[in-house]
């Protein structure tokens, strides 16, 4: 098969993964809004949960454009060792850098809860930093995957 032929393979595939993606982060959402309504609740979540949504979109989309031709071109052009070099390379930085910005993020999540949302009552400040340093753990697996 082209290499060609591949990369548009691969795309494809990733393609489907990103709309079944959306499709269950809807779900999430209607779960989320089912259950807290509109609220402090909601709105604390929301406000923690933002800045690591951030990240892991910009971690999903960097990745569908520049690994999906990375590992085809490796697929095509190189052995299997090649291809499980690629990906342990890519992988392991992925996790190291993803970790880094995890723990920056959950260090830091009291001044950026405060800058996201200035209006927040202390009791609001603190849930919503609690709830963001935990979200800032979560980019690290969803972003390797």
Do not use: C
Not at 61 to 70: C, D, E, K, Y
Not at 78 to 104: K, Q
Not at 124 to 135: C, I, K, Y
């Amino acid at each position: 098969m082209s290499t060609k032929r591949q990369i548009v393979r691969s795309s494809m595939v990733v393609g489907a993964f990103s709309l079944l993606s959306g499709l269950t982060g809807i779900l999430v959402d209607t779960s989320i809004a089912a259950k807290l309504g509109l609220s402090r609740s909601s709105d604390t979540f929301y406000v923690a949960f933002t800045v690591p949504y951030i990240i892991t979109n910009l971690m999903g989309a960097t990745g569908q454009f520049s690994l999906v031709p990375f590992f085809a071109t490796l697929e095509a052009k190189h052995s299997a060792e090649d291809l499980w070099r690629g990906f342990s390379y890519a992988v392991s930085i992925l996790f190291f850098g993803l970790s880094g910005i995890a723990i920056l993020g959950a260090a830091g999540a009291p001044w950026l809860i405060r800058g996201i949302a200035p209006g927040f009552n202390p009791s609001q400040v603190e849930f919503a930093t609690q709830l963001s340093r935990w979200l800032f753990l979560i980019i690290i697996p969803a972003g390797v995957s």
